[in-house]
């Protein structure tokens, strides 16, 4: 009790500092702002009261907050583009400060084709900034989702066997420090912050600009909606697809599961020709209709086509990967069937695949390397009697192929959040089961889907995770992102 005031008074001391610098860019519960800025994350039970909002405008302003934040003792957090879903990470309740970075949308392309992307932007902005030239950059496949959120995380984009994850074409970060010094991090200026920043989370700093490759990309894409009756063959049809991704690194899909129909949507990075078994899925006898039928354009005509993100509601999400089994895939929607019979207090519980394929890995690798611990691994991929719909997939090896399952709990009512946590827990926690029990289970858990409690850095593996500390050490050797920050995925934790 005696910390909490201690910590809420350093709080209001930062706060009443921090009014008199950025007047204008700060809130406090007695304004008529407050609610609407407290109001904005993606996830309502993230709407958590702070002491004050802060809103600076550039890599100085964040500088000065971190300052005033040190020299008081506050706690803090640091919001992007507002999608965490998990309370208290880019949140607080009542005795902290949120640094908000949403005015840093420096949006620049410099004659070698980088862009410099200011640490408030979303995704639809990177987007349509790049569509006037042409480009597109390996981002989100929402038009929503905050950029700094999502590459620190390591980033799982559209086509992630084109060019690899999100955090594998940032070229360089500009980033501000516990002692408010503002460094660059990259190949060649501060290389093991630079490896660190791609996966590693914010255990580090504060990223204000994102330097990252752009690629002129073309696409293709269709969305359809099955029975869910039609789950054998949805299943088995999106393990030819990640079979196929082997082969063709142009391919991006998800398949989506909830309690009313399955949505699966196919990607092409190329606007003419695609691969037979997308033809296979579109003729399947589950098929309701094609909802968004074949467009063609660019990495923004994919995003436009998904669409934004849902409105608010109260939402959790955690994670699991496994290696691609028909087996396992049948074994996890009976689970996850009965797991959301047990739990009607939860509105919507889904669970969504999405692939990776060993040229994934690779191009991490061949990119200078990231701190997730993604490996080459052996796979069973083909169901059990079951031949491919496509002979040119027939001579693919198993190796590298990587499910990644987000797990989704929506539900509208806070009496519920206990309810609601428990169920996406059993949920999370017996597909990891069945996938050791198939022989299919893979350690790494993606940031970008994780629940709080779950033990991401971890599952890094140990060489990275002692990489992350040395790191932490270097250019935090007081632990201040450690002591101060409200919560995350922090080294603190492990």
Same mark, same amino acid.
């Given at each position: 009790?005696?910390?909490?005031?201690?910590?809420?008074?350093?709080?209001?001391?930062?706060?009443?500092?921090?009014?008199?610098?950025?007047?204008?860019?700060?809130?406090?519960?007695?304004?008529?702002?407050?609610?609407? $800025?407290?109001?904005?994350?993606?996830?309502?039970?993230?709407? *958590?009261?702070?002491?004050? %909002?802060?809103?600076?405008?550039?890599?100085?302003?964040?500088?000065?907050?971190?300052?005033?934040?040190?020299?008081?003792?506050?706690?803090?957090?640091?919001?992007?583009?507002? /999608?965490?879903?998990?309370?208290?990470?880019?949140?607080?309740?009542?005795?902290?400060?949120? @640094?908000?970075?949403?005015?840093?949308?420096?949006?620049?392309?410099?004659?070698?084709?980088?862009?410099?992307?200011?640490? =408030?932007?979303?995704?639809?902005?990177?987007?349509?900034?790049?569509?006037?030239?042409?480009? !597109?950059?390996?981002? !989100?496949?929402?038009?929503?989702? =905050?950029?700094?959120?999502?590459?620190?995380?390591?980033?799982?984009?559209?086509?992630?066997?084109? /060019?690899?994850?999100?955090?594998?074409?940032?070229?360089?970060?500009?980033?501000?420090?516990?002692?408010?010094?503002?460094?660059?991090?990259?190949?060649?200026?501060?290389?093991?912050?630079?490896?660190?920043?791609?996966?590693?989370?914010?255990? %580090?700093?504060?990223?204000?600009? %994102?330097?990252?490759?752009?690629?002129?990309?073309?696409?293709?894409?269709?969305?359809?909606?099955?029975? @869910?009756?039609?789950?054998?063959?949805?299943?088995? &049809?999106?393990?030819?697809?990640?079979?196929?991704?082997?082969?063709?690194?142009?391919? =991006?899909?998800?398949?989506?599961?909830? !309690?009313?129909?399955?949505?699966?949507? @196919?990607?092409?990075?190329?606007?003419?020709?695609?691969?037979?078994?997308?033809?296979?899925?579109?003729?399947?006898?589950?098929?309701?209709?094609?909802?968004?039928? &074949?467009?063609?354009?660019? $990495?923004?005509?994919?995003?436009?086509?998904?669409?934004?993100?849902?409105?608010?509601?109260?939402?959790?999400?955690? &994670?699991?990967?496994?290696?691609?089994?028909?087996? *396992?895939?049948?074994?996890?929607?009976?689970?996850?069937?009965?797991?959301?019979?047990?739990?009607?207090?939860?509105?919507?519980?889904?669970?969504?695949?999405?692939?990776?394929?060993?040229?994934?890995?690779?191009?991490?690798?061949?990119?200078?390397?990231?701190?997730?611990?993604?490996?080459?691994?052996?796979?069973?991929?083909?169901?059990?009697?079951?031949? *491919?719909?496509?002979?040119?997939?027939?001579?693919?090896?198993?190796?590298?192929?990587?499910?990644?399952?987000?797990?989704?709990?929506?539900?509208?009512?806070?009496?519920?959040?206990?309810?609601?946590?428990?169920?996406?827990?059993?949920?999370?926690?017996?597909?990891?089961? *069945?996938?050791?029990?198939?022989?299919?289970?893979?350690?790494?858990?993606?940031?970008?889907?994780?629940?709080?409690?779950?033990?991401?850095?971890?599952?890094?593996?140990?060489?990275?995770?002692?990489?992350?500390?040395?790191?932490?050490?270097?250019?935090?050797?007081?632990?201040?992102?450690?002591?101060?920050?409200?919560?995350? %995925?922090?080294?603190?934790?492990?």
């Amino acid at each position: 009790m005696a910390f909490k005031i201690e910590r809420m008074a350093s709080t209001m001391a930062a706060c009443e500092l921090l009014r008199a610098i950025f007047p204008g860019r700060i809130d406090f519960p007695a304004d008529s702002n407050y609610r609407a $800025v407290m109001e904005h994350p993606w996830s309502s039970n993230s709407w *958590l009261p702070a002491a004050c %909002f802060v809103r600076p405008a550039d890599t100085n302003g964040v500088a000065e907050v971190l300052r005033v934040v040190k020299k008081t003792g506050a706690t803090f957090a640091v919001r992007g583009g507002g /999608h965490n879903f998990n309370p208290g990470f880019s949140s607080v309740k009542g005795y902290g400060i949120v @640094l908000d970075l949403r005015d840093l949308n420096t949006l620049h392309l410099d004659g070698e084709r980088i862009l410099q992307v200011g640490a =408030g932007n979303t995704w639809g902005a990177v987007f349509s900034f790049l569509d006037e030239s042409g480009l !597109s950059a390996i981002g !989100s496949r929402q038009n929503d989702l =905050g950029v700094s959120g999502f590459l620190l995380g390591g980033g799982m984009p559209a086509f992630p066997s084109l /060019h690899g994850l999100g955090a594998d074409n940032v070229k360089n970060y500009e980033i501000v420090l516990s002692d408010a010094t503002v460094v660059n991090a990259n190949a060649n200026e501060n290389a093991d912050l630079y490896h660190s920043l791609k996966g590693g989370g914010p255990n %580090f700093g504060i990223v204000t600009r %994102f330097d990252i490759a752009t690629y002129a990309i073309e696409t293709q894409s269709t969305i359809a909606i099955y029975r @869910l009756a039609g789950h054998e063959e949805v299943l088995r &049809t999106t393990v030819e697809v990640q079979e196929t991704m082997e082969k063709d690194p142009r391919i =991006g899909m998800f398949t989506t599961v909830n !309690s009313g129909l399955i949505a699966v949507g @196919l990607f092409y990075a190329a606007k003419i020709g695609r691969p037979r078994v997308f033809e296979a899925f579109l003729k399947l006898k589950s098929l309701v209709r094609v909802v968004v039928p &074949t467009r063609t354009g660019t $990495v923004k005509t994919l995003v436009d086509a998904i669409g934004p993100l849902t409105p608010p509601t109260r939402r959790m999400v955690s &994670t699991v990967s496994t290696k691609v089994s028909y087996d *396992l895939y049948i074994a996890v929607h009976k689970f996850w069937l009965d797991t959301a019979n047990k739990y009607p207090e939860i509105g919507s519980l889904s669970y969504n695949i999405q692939p990776a394929s060993s040229t994934t890995v690779q191009i991490g690798k061949d990119k200078g390397g990231n701190v997730l611990g993604l490996e080459k691994v052996a796979q069973t991929c083909r169901p059990r009697n079951a031949p *491919l719909s496509s002979s040119d997939t027939s001579s693919i090896s198993d190796t590298g192929r990587l499910a990644g399952w987000s797990l989704v709990a929506e539900w509208s009512d806070s009496v519920n959040d206990e309810r609601a946590s428990q169920g996406l827990d059993v949920l999370q926690q017996g597909i990891a089961r *069945l996938a050791k029990e198939h022989g299919q289970s893979l350690d790494f858990l993606s940031m970008n889907s994780a629940k709080s409690a779950q033990n991401v850095l971890e599952s890094y593996g140990q060489e990275n995770t002692a990489k992350l500390r040395r790191t932490a050490e270097k250019y935090d050797p007081q632990g201040f992102f450690q002591t101060h920050q409200n919560d995350g %995925f922090l080294l603190r934790k492990i």
